[in-house]
């Protein structure tokens, strides 16, 4: 592996299609000339069209792996994908922030395939903040937020400056102004609008857009241009085919 590339872990799901989890992900990192590990958090059988069965993978399996890739390289940054649950992704944080403390880590937070499958139920939400305040970014849709903090459009819960972490929120469901994303940080909120390019549905594009932004950020770009960043890549793979798996190569 060369020297020169920073390295970045996806730990998420296995789609054997290639259009989203880890080999989406793995994709865009050679994409943005960043060295990229993966770890599986669950086994799937589907295809871009349709999901038919989910394996989790054992925490501890997980976690173990996660141990040794960090004993033996720095790692600059983490994408985290599906979870069955928040305590999953909880040991998954806690283990990452006691032994690299400075690596960022981005979520995003898959609770339900385009195909209607449910991954992760949002029950118990007393934790919620605390485990957030380990990521320093999200990445959810119009639909995903509120699942995961109903109320934040439709009352403003973002002016409160409750949420422990970034949030970019995604703007393919935003029937107001499609395309256009909102960085939400602590003191401001950035607008980030779509360009005039033909873009057409993706499976796994949320996969490829986080997976973005975890390679600028181990290239040391700041969050912000990060995400700028990574919406110009997410654009052109969206426009890269009119079918439900796009090109990397763009």
Not at 81 to 89: K, T
Request: overall charge negative; aromatic content about 8%; glycine content about 6%.
């Amino acid at each position: 592996m060369s020297a020169n590339r920073p390295f970045v872990l996806t730990i998420a799901g296995l789609d054997p299609s290639g259009g989203a989890g880890i080999l989406a992900d793995i994709k865009t990192f050679e994409q943005h000339k960043v060295s990229g590990f993966a770890i599986v958090t669950a086994n799937t059988i589907q295809t871009e069209n349709e999901f038919h069965k989910i394996e989790w993978i054992d925490i501890s399996f997980v976690i173990r792996s996660i141990e040794v890739l960090f004993q033996n390289y720095k790692i600059s940054a983490v994408k985290i994908g599906i979870v069955p649950s928040l305590s999953y992704l909880n040991r998954i944080l806690s283990t990452i922030k006691l032994i690299s403390p400075t690596t960022k880590i981005v979520w995003d937070p898959v609770l339900k395939s385009t195909t209607e499958f449910d991954f992760l139920n949002i029950e118990d939400r007393s934790d919620l903040n605390k485990i957030l305040s380990k990521i320093d970014l999200i990445t959810p849709n119009y639909i995903e937020i509120e699942q995961l903090v109903p109320g934040f459009i439709k009352d403003n819960l973002w002016i409160e400056n409750e949420i422990s972490t970034a949030i970019l929120l995604k703007g393919g469901h935003n029937l107001n102004e499609i395309g256009k994303d909102q960085l939400f940080l602590k003191n401001k909120i950035i607008d980030l609008f779509p360009s005039e390019k033909d873009c057409a549905e993706k499976h796994g594009s949320g996969c490829v857009l986080s997976s973005a932004i975890a390679s600028n950020l181990a290239l040391n770009q700041s969050l912000e241009m990060a995400c700028k960043n990574a919406k110009t890549y997410i654009e052109k793979y969206l426009s890269s085919t009119s079918t439900l798996i796009g090109y990397h190569y763009v």
